[in-house]
């Protein structure tokens, strides 16, 4: 199937490795809050016989900084698979951590297999390209069980469930596993009322690895390889789903509702994807995945130009986040020399800067005798 698996597998390894390292070299404000905490208005919704977007039984709510599966408002359930999927963009070389919470009580029709049962949704299709009928979307599920589940082997969490996908259980050679469910070898499952963190390392469509706990280090509960596309287990899937064996590259990330109530405190990504040229204002030491064209995103630092490597500058929704280890002053400037913000900055504190304009920004940062002046492109 594949060329040189050699070298593939080395750099599947070295991969790996170096997504557990990220957890301590990244900052809090380079991950991404999937979950605002407020409102779900950066996701699509999606039921098995209904229209995209139709919040069937008003299932999904958001109260008190908690997204809600909720089946308070159901008679009997009737096959409604239901689908919430972060709709901002698409991830394939990531870290990914949440926080969940099993409720108490199936809402009755509720299949047995489904009881205290929920998934992140990997590498998944969008909630747009599902078809009226379709009941999961394509993609690779890391199980969320709870205590009573019987529906995998006793005590397995975090376990790999294959709606219209596939996956190796060995990196090179092989032949592809069919399995719909694979089982992990973690022996924790939470109780209702509970809450339990849990993660996991994507690397595109080479290795992937679960995770209990917050971070993505340690012994991982599972590992498979070069996830695939492969027809069944989804019922009524779009007519141009790529053939089996086609590799799994990239997706969106998505939570379920399939009987049973859950609770969701965090869901959160590090994108391991980006500018690896360390001359550039844009790289990161975690990035694992180079993309050059990342590089240009937020200008480029000349080597007399750059702040400090051990000041973080970070990109978020309308503006950006900064922080350095000491205290001192930044200013934000158009193309004009126009003052757009100027604040003093504390050590150590995250300082969110929001940019009303969109285009090339100067921004300038001076602590002590450090004088560095970089280019951001405003989004």
Known sequence: MRNNRTKVLGNLITAALLAGATVSQ???????QLFNGTDMKDWDLKFAKHPLNENFNNTFKVADGILSVDYTGWGTFNGEFGHA?????????????????????????????????????????SMASMTLNQDFPISLEAQ??????????????????????????VPTGGTVNLNHCFSATTNFRPAPGVWTWVSAAVMGDS????????????????????????AGAVSNPPANTPPDGTPLKSGYIAIQAES??????????????????????????????DNPAACAATGVAAPADALPRNVDMTRE???????????GNLEVADPSGKILARMTVAAGVPQYVALAR??????????????????????
């Open 26 to 32: 990244a900052e809090d404000s380079a991950w991404v």
């Open 85 to 125: 999927i972060n709709k901002t963009r698409t991830y394939s070389y990531y870290l990914l951590r949440s926080e969940y919470q099993v409720g108490d009580k199936q809402v009755t029709g509720g299949p047995g297999w489904a009881l205290q049962n929920n998934g992140l949704m990997l590498h998944s299709q």
């Open 144 to 169: 969320l069980l709870g205590a009573s589940n019987t529906g995998a082997d006793p005590n397995s969490n975090m376990n790999l469930c294959t709606p219209g996908t596939a996956f190796y259980t």
């Open 207 to 230: 290795i992937i690895r679960h995770y209990i706990g917050n971070s993505p280090t340690g012994t991982p509960t599972l590992t498979y390889y070069h996830p695939v596309y492969w």
């Open 260 to 289: 049973h109530p859950y609770k969701f405190r965090k869901i959160e990504v590090l994108d391991l994807e980006g500018c690896m040229d360390k001359s550039k204002a844009a790289y990161r030491t975690y990035f694992v995945k």
């Open 317 to 327: 929704p309308a503006g950006f986040s900064f922080r350095s280890p000491q205290g």
């Open 358 to 379: 969109k285009g090339l920004c100067l921004i300038s940062w001076q602590s002590g005798a450090t004088v560095a002046r970089v280019k951001w492109t405003g989004l």
